[in-house]
Structure formats: C-alpha cells, structure tokens
C-alpha cells in the first residue's frame, strides 16, 4: 500500500533537511516518491500502478506519495515544476529524479537499475 507523507513524515522517514544538509536517507529499505496533484491527469493515470506495485515488491520497497498541492514545502525543497515526479531513492546512495507519467514496465525498470531491488517472481 503506497503511504502518504507529510511535511513531519517526510522528515521522521525520507530526509530531515532541517537538520542535515548533506542527503541522509532515513528509511530502511529504497524508496519511490510519487509527487502528484488530485486534478492532475497523469498523475491519475500513474496512482493504480504504484499500488499494484507496493502489492508486488512489499517490504523490500517503500512507495510514498506526497501532495504538491497539500505539501507545497516539500514540492519546493525538490524543485518539483511538473508532475508527475518520481524521486527514486536508493538505500546508501544519492536520489534520481524521473518526470512524467512513467508507464508500469519503466517504473519496474528503474526500481531494478537504479534501486537494486528485483520485482519477486
């Protein structure tokens, strides 16, 4: 199940920029952050994937959310300037930004090549 995040979520769980200002993931697992809006089509579009996929790679992925519109902090602290954007975070290395409503097989293809974490069979 994809998780919504918070301002104080993403803090206690991403990055606590406030405190570090050299990127320090605090998760335990990698991590796919999904930056949409409620009116925004492809975001619609990408929002059933990301849940199949939080179904399908389990505890060895986490897939937050975070509303551009709701959390407008954090949208800015990434540069967000189009969404859909996707923030694909590795455990021990730094984060890559992806833009656009990517389709199911370039979601599984990143979280492979850039987080290191196979779909389960």
């Given amino acids: 199940m994809t998780e919504h995040l918070t301002k104080q979520d993403f803090l206690e769980k991403v990055f606590n920029y406030e405190v570090n200002s050299e990127w320090k993931y605090e998760g335990d697992v990698p991590a796919v952050i999904d930056f949409y809006a409620d009116w925004c089509q492809p975001c619609k579009m990408v929002a059933p994937i990301l849940e199949e996929l939080s179904t399908e790679y389990g505890d060895k992925l986490h897939i937050y959310k975070v509303n551009t519109e709701q959390e407008q902090e954090l949208a ?46």
């Avoid at 293809?109 to 974490?117: P, T």
């Fill in 76 to 121: 800015a602290v990434f540069g967000i300037r189009s969404i859909p954007s996707m923030l694909f975070i590795p455990k021990d290395a730094q984060p890559q930004m992806a833009v656009g409503a990517l389709p199911r097989e370039s979601l599984v293809k990143a979280i492979d090549e850039v987080l290191g974490v196979k779909l389960p069979e």
